[in-house]
């Protein structure tokens, strides 16, 4: 099917949309507990049967048991900590080891090419995970422009080294419980964005 045949441009904006929506809700959840408000439409998720769907079935299950003051402990515990938390969720710290290195300076680089700014008040280096998942999630959604290659190069570069890695890593943080199945569902979704780039080339 080509690109003028009927339909095949709306199921494409209709994949990108999907997709980005899946960025987002990750990266939301990385960048902040969530409220009392998304635990509950989370609690109400109807997935389905599908590998994806029974995480988001675990994740639905865990909302359901859970309160926003413990998920926001959980998170508390995980990302920001006393000091540090369990997790630092940084290209940087994934792929030297050490915070604010090559790695960021790539990433402010690439965003700066894609005429991203900093928004005023965020302080979070720019190789935080959230950040790159909203940075693709609006490159899904065309905030960005940016086409399939773009898309594709921009993951390659800063997500496909290490996200799966965070990610499990997440999975067995000795604070998660809430965040098991957030885990899980990042892991399968990072590895099917990687398949369908590969396949797409």
Known sequence: ????????????????????????????????????????????????????GKAVASLSQAARGADHASVEREFFELFVGVGRGELLP???????????????????????????????????PEDHLALLLEVMADMAHGHIPADHDRQVAFFNRHLAPWAAQFFDDLAVAPSARFYRPVAQIGRLFVDIEARGFTLAA
């Open 1 to 52: 099917m080509n690109d003028s045949q009927p339909g095949h441009g709306s199921a494409i904006e209709t994949i990108d949309r999907t997709r980005g929506e899946q960025y987002r809700f990750l990266s939301t959840l990385l960048s902040q507990a969530p409220t009392q408000q998304m635990l509950d439409a989370i609690a109400a998720l109807s997935p389905d049967d599908t590998a994806y």
């Open 90 to 124: 940084y290209a940087s710290f994934y792929q030297t080891g050490f915070l604010n290195e090559r790695p960021l300076a790539e990433v402010r680089a690439d965003l700066s090419r894609l005429g991203v700014a900093r928004i005023e008040g965020r302080y979070e």
